[in-house]
């Protein structure tokens, strides 16, 4: 075992169960499930391949209790009171082949909307009852015996849903013995705590999901990292107190989180995006720690081992999570413990793969891997006869297509026109808080080096180079370029782009509007403006964010709600009409206003670049045209359509 990592993987007891590293997997609703509420094989191919990558514990996406009277007629998550001997047999089927790796698994257990809508207000009639609620408390302890005679090793309750409207001040008025004082406020989780304890023994693990701190403002809007703020939701001070009494109910453990509003999908407290700095959580679960005797486990964004490492020798938490990580790479327990840190594929804090595709209504994945949740459809097998492949383009897709190719034993040989492989992510990688994007780079590089693919740097390929090597598989792979606006005084020295702005090739004064409120231009104006400059963003969309691929909901809103206290100006419904010596000229309902710019960055997106496809498609047995100089893509759609492609072609 590599000695610099040695703290991630001592084992550790919850409750008397003993856990064999502190990494652990926390709960994500990924794997489809049955109809009835069952494991799907193509779920427990999820799970078990975490597991054989290591991880030492692995918590499952939230599990629903049925309330007597409210059965479901079709699940579309695992419920173990649906069909519970159907349950009981996948369960089993699962757990063997998790414990066989010598990980354990915990079931978490959720109210969901299970009554949600009956609020917690002293209005007669409106409010659960006390024969509902002990209902709901019975219904806990039901699906708990179920999920300990399938396999499962421990359970999470999840203390948001249903429950968040008994805890919160907010929801919470009732006067009786489930409302007003902190005690009577979580009486309904220390019952449904002792409830599993009676049911299930008291050596069985019952864990808590619990939200620390809310970060609510009023208006219910979200608070951002370090903003001065009043809470209107649960502070850290009541969280902690009501620790102490949950512990002293039995409680085993806590499993940190913060945020608001279990089912809002916006929330980038609870789905942390790639503008949070790393370790989210870890003030949280340092100021629990020092309060309760049990393990204490925390997520968000701990992939830095650095990072994790520290926090454990610190006595910040007991148990490391990692969610999108694990999604990302499924063997990072494995190569973190073998001193391979820099073969871990980087999880890009994106939220597209996984969460974006959900609200979609397809299957989540991973952006970077697509191979999460398809196990059993997308293992890549070697080819049956190695082929000369020429990739023309050194992109995300182009990358991928490479390393693919190269994996099933074919030569590969790559043209890259500029100094380095990664495409636009080169350019990414430069902003504020966006390094992730050099470190799926430097992933590429290093797997296309092991796997021997010759890559010509600086080197712009042309129909006679690819014919000199007459290649039998040729990806077209040559990205995109900025898209043009033609406007009086766009060849003024003012005018700039975000690419160059980013990469320092134009160093723009205080002073500089926008123009588009894409993605890239919303990244680029944040950069500057966290560097001081006067922001203000032109789209001619009624709002920013809305072109193009959609972003996942916290992305997106915390991007908004980041430019907005570095003081940015949105203007919206607005096109630029021209650049004068004053400034940006932009028109809004019909009239005209001058923004007074040192420099105006253009961001209005991109098209296709110029490529051989047209000229080559029928020259050479197999010619495909992947990424984005074939149609516009965001980095989950360059990296799965060339893996797809290239993991298929004979």
């Given amino acids: 075992m590599d000695k610099q990592v040695r703290a991630l993987f001592e084992p550790y007891v919850i409750n008397n169960l003993e856990l064999k590293n502190r990494l652990f997997m926390p709960a994500m609703a990924i794997p489809a499930v049955r109809e009835n509420g069952t494991y799907s094989k193509a779920a427990i191919a999820f799970y078990v391949t975490r597991a054989k990558g290591g991880v030492g514990l692995i918590i499952t996406g939230a599990n629903p209790v049925i309330i007597a009277g409210a059965k479901p007629l079709v699940c579309s998550e695992p419920t173990p009171s649906f069909e519970p001997q159907a349950y009981i047999a996948a369960g089993l089927a699962m757990t063997g082949q998790i414990h066989a790796q010598g990980s354990k698994v915990f079931v978490q257990l959720a109210a969901g909307l299970a009554g949600a809508a009956q609020a917690q207000q002293s209005k007669p009639g409106s409010a659960m009852t ?95 990292p370090g903003e001065e ?75 830095n081992p650095d990072l994790a490492i520290e926090a454990l020798k610190k006595g910040m938490l007991d148990g490391v999570g990692l969610g999108r990580p694990l999604l990302a790479d499924p063997e990072l327990p494995q190569k973190l413990s073998h001193g391979q840190r820099d073969e871990i594929r980087p999880c890009l804090g994106c939220n597209d793969g996984c969460l974006a595709q959900q609200i979609a209504g397809a299957e989540a994945s991973c952006t970077v891997n697509p191979a999460c949740n398809r196990e059993l459809l997308s293992e890549i097998e070697a080819a049956q006869r190695p082929k000369k492949v020429v990739v023309v383009g050194g992109g995300p897709a182009g990358m991928e297509a490479a390393r ?148 996942a909901p916290a992305n997106k809103q915390m991007i908004k709600d980041l430019l907005v206290f570095y003081r940015s100006q949105m203007i919206t419904g607005a096109e630029l009409k021209a650049v004068t010596e004053e400034g940006a000229v932009i028109e809004k309902n019909g009239q005209e206003q001058v923004l007074p710019a040192h420099h105006v960055m253009i961001a209005v997106g991109f098209d296709p670049a110029p490529s051989l496809y047209e000229e080559l498609k029928d020259v050479y047995p197999q010619v495909y045209h992947i990424g984005d100089s074939q149609t516009i893509k965001n980095i989950r759609g360059a990296i799965w359509a060339a893996n797809e492609v290239a993991g298929l072609i004979e």
């Avoid at 002990?134 to 399938?150: H, N, S, Y």
């Avoid at 999470?156 to 968040?164: M, P």
């Avoid at 001070?237 to 512990?247: P, Q, R, S």
């Avoid at 370790?279 to 925390?298: H, I, N």
Wanted: overall charge neutral.
């Fill in 130 to 224: 006390t024969a509902e609620i002990t209902e709901l408390v019975c219904a806990f302890a039901d699906a708990a015996k179920i999920v300990k005679a399938a396999g499962f090793d421990g359970v999470e309750i999840q203390t948001g849903y249903l429950l968040d409207a008994f805890t919160l001040t907010l929801y919470n008025q009732r006067s009786d013995s489930y409302g007003g004082a902190l005690e009577n406020r979580f009486r309904i989780v220390s019952e449904i705590i002792d409830a599993i304890k009676a049911a299930c023994g008291r050596d069985y693990p019952v864990l808590l999901r619990m939200d620390m701190k809310s970060y609510l403002k009023a208006g219910r809007q979200q608070a951002l």
């Fill in 229 to 303: 703020f009043a809470e209107q939701g649960r502070d850290l001070d009541e969280a902690l107190a009501a620790a102490v009494i949950l512990e002293a109910a039995g409680c085993d453990g806590f499993d940190v989180e913060a945020g608001f509003g279990s089912f809002d999908k916006s929330s980038y407290w609870k789905y942390p995006p790639v503008y949070f700095d790393k370790g989210v959580y870890l003030k949280l679960s340092e100021a629990l720690k020092k309060v309760v005797q049990v393990p204490v486990l925390a997520a968000g964004k701990m992939d």
């Fill in 404 to 551: 693919v190719s190269a994996w099933r034993g074919h030569q590969v040989i790559l043209f890259e026109k500029s100094y380095r492989l990664g495409g636009k992510l080169k350019y990414s990688s430069k902003r504020i808080l966006k390094d992730v994007d050099e470190r799926l780079i430097a992933w590429y590089e290093r797997q296309l080096a092991s796997l021997k693919v010759e890559i010509r740097l600086d080197e712009p390929a042309t129909a006679e180079k690819i014919a000199a090597l007459n290649p039998e598989i040729l990806f077209i792979a040559q990205g995109s370029q900025a898209r043009q606006l033609n406007f009086p005084g766009m060849d003024s020295e003012k005018v700039t782009n975000a690419i160059d702005v980013i990469t320092d090739k134009t160093f723009v004064g205080p002073r500089c509007p926008a123009i588009g409120g894409g993605l890239a231009g919303c990244e680029a104006a944040l950069h500057l403006a966290m560097h001081r400059h006067k922001m203000t963003i032109v789209d001619s969309a009624p709002d920013i964010l809305t072109a193009g691929i959609p972003l």
